[in-house]
């Protein structure tokens, strides 16, 4: 393996990590404030469909992203509600809000563009296309040099591949993904805000007592985590694929909650973790059949190892990572 190809899979790994990492960020908000969201996987999918609907009805991918992220509010106001103010539990609302998205974006779909659940095939300004940064070897140099870019890649020095192949030619929210995790520590760990929010998750009682509103702090925490899932559908409709499939975001929800709880609830930790669950999504794609001797690898297991990984976290870090004290239970005030 060169150097190349291994700068290669990392960039696959960048791209692929970046919806589980916003998804997996937005799970931290809401649960640093007590409230579980197993839901993310149906806000991620309806931001999915709804951006990518309304880019390719509009031609114009900011459109759908507003779009996305409106859809994916909507979903977690709905859980707000449930859980919040009419205390329900949890879990179940979670559970509810991903039926409700599966079949909703089905149906939905099928309704307004008749192609068996799926959206028009997205071209042109209804995707988010790769920035190429400052001298970076982009599609600009190829078509001077009349040469495809892989090739003037392949043939740049080391540190020119590192930068053209793996820092240079993402989408405005892959950086926007990355930029997300150190204002994720500031807001939590250096804010009056941050403050405050993880007090809620480990003793609304005192906060209350404090004169802070629980109930406030909660719908903020529930609503930024209704956007940040809303951009990572978006990204998987707009930027990471070019429209919207069924169930297109197979479980990457539920992988983002298996990465927070290997993070222990930290924005730094989240990072490493998801970009290890991309890692393996990255090798899969990239290496179909891996062959071990006489022993050959089959493709199905590759496929399958990003899940597998998030069975054993849960199964192992469930117990030694300690979630906010009054996560799942909704407060009361007392009287």
Sequence with gaps: MDLLTVFQILDSTVRLATPLLLACLAGLFSERSGIFDIGLEGKMLAAAFM?????????????????????????????????????????????????????????????????????????????????????????????????????LIAEAGMFQQLYSELISGHSILVYVALLAVPLSWWVLFRTRFGLRLRAVGENPAAVDTAGISVIRLRFVAVAICGMLCGIAGAYLATGLQAGFTKDMTAGRGFIALAALIFAKWRPWAALGACLLFGFLQAVALRYQNIELGEFVVPVQFMDALPYILTVVILAGFVGKAIPPRAGGEPYVKER
């Design 51 to 151: 951006s990518a609907a309304i880019a390719a009805v509009t031609g114009s991918v900011w459109l759908g992203l507003l779009a996305g992220t409106g859809a994916s509010l909507l979903m977690a106001g709905i859980h707000g509600a449930a859980s919040i103010t009419f205390r329900g539990n949890q879990l179940i609302s979670g559970v509810a809000i991903n039926f409700l998205a599966a079949g909703l974006t089905v149906v939905v779909a099928q309704s307004w563009f008749g192609q068996g659940g799926r959206t028009p095939q997205l071209m042109g300004g209804g995707r988010f296309e790769p920035i190429t940064l400052p001298f970076a070897l982009g599609p600009a140099d190829a078509e001077e040099a009349g040469r495809p870019l892989s090739e």
